[in-house]
T-cell receptor, first 113, second 115 residues
Framework: GAGVSQTPSNKVTEKGKYVELRCDPISGHTALYWYRQSLGQGPEFLIYFQGTGAADDSGLPNDRFFAVRPEGSVSTLKIQRTERGDSAVYLC???????????FGPGTRLTVL | AQSVTQLDSQVPVFEEAPVELRCNYSSSVSVYLFWYVQYPNQGLQLLLKYLSGSTLVKGINGFEAEFNKSQTSFHLRKPSVHISDTAEYFCAVSDKDNAGNMLTFGGGTRLMVKP
C-alpha cells in the first residue's frame, strides 16, 4: 500500500519568505509527527497530531513555525520569515495509534538562501 | 527528558564481517527503544524495537539488539554484513508514559560495508 508521502521533495527559498511543506500520511493513521533533520544529525521532534489537534507542539523552535491538520489526514507545516538556520530535511511520520510503529516519509529538503 | 548517544559516527567494515553499532541512552523514566535505518535517498525504516519482555530483540535483515538496563544500552548487531547494509543507522527512545510516543534520536552511525 501507499506509504507516507511528502511534497515537495526539495524546496529552495530566499531568506524572509514563507513556505509550506505537505505531508500525506498512510490512510487511517490517526497519529502524525513532524521531525527536522539537520545535516549530520539525527531527527528532532517538532510537533505531534492526534486526529485534527496538535497534541504536543513542544518541539517547535519558535513562533515562526506552525502546523495544521484540519481534517485529520493531510498536514501542512508552515514556516514564516524563513532564516538560513531553517535549512534542513523535514520529515513526516504517521502511525495507526501513537503506541504503534511510526512510518516515515522521504522528507522535504528545505534550503534557505 | 531523554537523550541518546551513538558513540561511533562512522563504522567501516568488510563484507561478511560481524558488526556492532553502539547506542547508550539517558532517561529519568522508562523508555521504549528503537533502531531505524536510512538508506540513501529513502525515508527512515524501522529495523527493530524493544517494548517489553525478552531483552534480545530480532529485527529485519538479520539484525538484532540487546537491551541492557543496567548499562542503559541498546547495541545493534549483525553477525555477517552485506554491501547492501551500507546506510545510516539511528537509535531512538520514547517515553513509555507519554501518550504521544515521540521519538528522541541519536546522531546516527554511518555503516560502510566494503567488498
Amino acid at each position: 500500500g501507499a506509504g507516507v508521502s511528502q511534497t515537495p521533495s526539495n524546496k529552495v527559498t530566499e531568506k524572509g519568505k514563507y513556505v509550506e511543506l505537505r505531508c500525506d500520511p498512510i490512510s487511517g493513521h490517526t497519529a502524525l509527527y513532524w521531525y527536522r533533520q539537520s545535516l549530520g544529525q539525527g531527527p528532532e521532534f517538532l510537533i505531534y497530531f492526534q486526529g485534527t489537534g496538535a497534541a504536543d507542539d513542544s518541539g517547535l523552535p519558535n513562533d515562526r513555525f506552525f502546523a495544521v491538520r484540519p481534517e485529520g489526514s493531510v498536514s501542512t507545516l508552515k514556516i514564516q520569515r524563513t532564516e538560513r538556520g531553517d535549512s534542513a530535511v523535514y520529515l513526516c511520520a504517521s502511525s495507526l495509534r501513537p503506541v504503534d510503529t511510526q512510518y516515515f516519509g522521504p522528507g522535504t529538503r528545505l534550503t534557505v538562501l | 527528558a531523554q537523550s541518546v548517544t551513538q558513540l561511533d559516527s562512522q563504522v567501516p567494515v568488510f563484507e561478511e564481517a560481524p558488526v556492532e553499532l553502539r547506542c547508550n541512552y539517558s532517561s529519568s523514566v522508562s523508555v521504549y527503544l528503537f533502531w531505524y535505518v536510512q538508506y540513501p535517498n529513502q525515508g527512515l525504516q524501522l529495523l527493530l524495537k524493544y517494548l517489553s519482555g525478552s531483552t534480545l530483540v530480532k529485527g529485519i535483515n538479520g539484525f538484532e539488539a540487546e537491551f541492557n538496563k543496567s548499562q542503559t544500552s541498546f547495541h545493534l548487531r549483525k553477525p555477517s554484513v552485506h554491501i547492501s547494509d551500507t546506510a545510516e543507522y539511528f537509535c531512538a527512545v520514547s517515553d513509555k508514559d507519554n501518550a504521544g510516543n515521540m521519538l528522541t534520536f541519536g546522531g546516527g552511525t554511518r555503516l560502510m560495508v566494503k567488498p
